[in-house]
């Protein structure tokens, strides 16, 4: 396992096809949530587009999956039409998806989130690559 293949206790699996080189990692906090990130994206006519985004959120008010989406709406500021949220099971705990997104708490106070351009990644790909990602020293499914 490499080092660049660890966030913030979190093993990232395999990369979807087709994802620009450039990689970022941040750390930030939000509304009493720490959050790390790595952020994948490729150089464009324009400037730059982001492929794929990964964060890692800790925070007392993630303690159940509504809470984590309750603090993922306040954050995007932008609502989750329950129309178009499907239940996400992930081998490490509850999740939620989207076309584009796909979210799950990995423990009480800890939770994964996933965003990818569906330009670039479709939502079989993106639900293969966010099940890849696992709390280090757990083999992923």
Request: aromatic share 8%; glycine share 10%.
């Amino acid at each position: 396992m490499s080092e660049s293949a660890l966030l913030d206790g979190f093993h990232i699996g395999h990369l979807p096809e087709g994802l620009g080189d450039l990689v970022s990692d941040f750390a930030s906090e939000w509304g009493d949530v720490q959050i790390t990130s790595r952020v994948w994206e490729r150089q464009t006519a324009d400037g730059h587009r982001v492929d794929l985004r990964v964060h890692v959120l800790r925070g007392q008010r993630l303690a159940d999956l509504d809470g984590l989406r309750d603090f993922l709406v306040d954050y995007h500021e932008r609502e989750y039409d329950d129309s178009q949220v499907t239940e996400f099971p992930h081998p490490e705990g509850p999740g939620l998806a989207t076309d584009v997104q796909v979210f799950w708490l990995a423990e009480p106070g800890v939770g994964v989130t996933v965003l990818v351009d569906p330009e670039r990644v479709d939502q079989a790909g993106l639900f293969a690559f966010a099940r890849g990602i696992v709390r280090q020293g757990q083999p992923a499914d």
